[in-house]
């Protein structure tokens, strides 16, 4: 059937009308519309007009908040199959007490209907029948997702698993569902407690708590001493200012892909990204642009981290730059990018000997370090084919003249 395949697919409303003009069998159609075109109510009482076939169309009826009371009414008298009917309305429709109290009598299975009334069912008789009713908790981390984003709602469901027979608990996944407890913008300790205390598993809890509630320290000290788990701790952890830089600080040699997390400790965690670094040296994983981030973010740098990174440093140009604006105190960092490129500056040296520093920087740089013709020891005038070194100052000397003040020193 067209129809009722283009309904499966919910495809455009223009292609489903021209359907509906072409089918002589609407068998399954008016459940389909219910479900995936709620608001269509036109199209929906022209199938209805046209069909005998009722199964499944109070489920979604009362499913969809679109649906109206006088089409629901319509459609109990045609119901055969009541499954999922009450507890579709104790989900979507907890404030129907007419549409539940009918419904209720009608169900033979409550498969479901506890947990899904928790969320917006405040009638504690009434959960108290549904509990009564029930089996199996089954599957409830869905439930615990939904009832997180509901004020009050986690808490409720919480107390009425606690007045449950412990058996029923055997299904629940119990770390799964703290860790959707803590990701909510309505936290609640005693819910998380009580997950807490009955679970083993902690992954993405600690990722989640210093996300959604960085305030919590002692939580997340817990957590820290519990999870195995540290994938995207950092990264998550180190954008929300509340968590202390200790915590961050802890997290680092605990974290794998520290590349993910680069621009975020350069942007939230300056301080510490030397420390960062040091790790990222350790793990033989600096990522290019390090230098030039390290140089920008105002962070403390020390000689030797500094010489470290150098070493794998392609991007010259741009690490020569940022020294120059980023850090006009330390002449010597702009030095040392200098006497590892290979430039030489517009000092009459031919362009055949050797690449010139870069036009744009050439200015920046003959400012920014002290420009010295001559030997800073010898004081004579360098030569073209004058073996030189640059010193951490900025100042030139002959390599001859270093040799010679150390042995004079020496003496």
């Known amino acids: 059937m067209a129809l009722l395949k283009k309904l499966e697919d919910k495809a455009p409303f223009s292609e489903i009308l021209e359907a509906v003009q072409n089918t002589d069998d609407f068998t399954g159609c008016l459940a389909l519309i219910l479900k995936n075109y709620p608001e269509k109510k036109e199209l929906r009482d022209l199938v209805f007009a046209m069909t005998e076939d009722y199964k499944d169309c109070l489920r979604y009826a009362v499913y969809r908040k679109e649906t109206e009371r006088d089409f629901i009414e319509t459609l109990l008298p045609l119901t055969k199959d009541f499954t999922f009917c009450l507890r579709n309305a104790l989900l979507s ?38 509990a009564s009713k029930t089996e199996s908790i089954g599957n409830i981390e869905s439930i615990v997702k939904e009832t997180s984003k509901i004020e009050g709602a986690l808490l409720r469901l919480v107390r009425s698993l606690t007045s449950l027979p412990k058996k029923m608990f055997a299904s629940i996944d119990f770390g799964e569902s703290l860790r959707f407890s803590i990701a909510t913008e309505y936290p609640n300790r005693e819910a998380i407690n009580f997950f807490l205390e009955r679970g083993d598993k902690y992954a993405f809890c600690l990722r989640n708590l210093l ?26 952890g180190s954008a929300k200012l509340d968590n202390s830089d200790e915590v961050i600080a802890s997290l680092i040699p605990k974290t794998e892909d520290l590349k993910k997390c680069f621009s975020r400790m350069v942007e939230y965690r300056p301080r510490l990204f030397p420390l960062f670094i040091e790790e990222m040296l350790k793990k033989g994983d600096v990522p290019p642009g390090t230098l030039t981030s390290l140089l920008a973010c105002g962070a403390p740098v020390e000689s030797k981290t500094f010489l470290h990174i150098l070493k794998n440093e392609k ?5 020569l730059a940022a020294a120059i604006c980023n850090r006009p105190g330390r002449t010597d960092l702009a030095s040392m990018v200098f006497a590892k490129s290979g430039w030489k500056k517009t000092s009459g040296v031919s362009r055949e000997k050797g690449a010139w520093l870069p036009q744009h920087l050439q200015e920046m740089f003959l400012i920014h370090t002290v420009v010295n013709d001559e030997c800073f020891i010898c004081f004579d005038t360098f030569e073209e084919g004058d073996e030189e070194k640059v010193l951490p100052c900025g ?17």
């Open 93 to 130: 429709r907890p404030e129907e007490k007419w549409l539940i109290d009918i419904l209720i009598p009608l169900t033979t299975d409550f498969s479901g209907c506890f947990v899904y009334a928790v969320p917006g069912v405040e009638d504690e008789k009434l959960l108290a029948f549904l």
């Open 211 to 236: 996300h959604y509630h960085p305030g919590e320290r002692d939580l997340v000290s817990l957590f820290m001493e519990k999870t195995e788990d540290f994938t995207d701790c950092l990264y998550f």
């Open 315 to 319: 991007n010259l140009e741009g690490a």
């Open 395 to 411: 100042h030139r000397i002959h390599k001859l003249c270093d040799v010679a003040a150390f042995v004079c020193r020496s003496h």
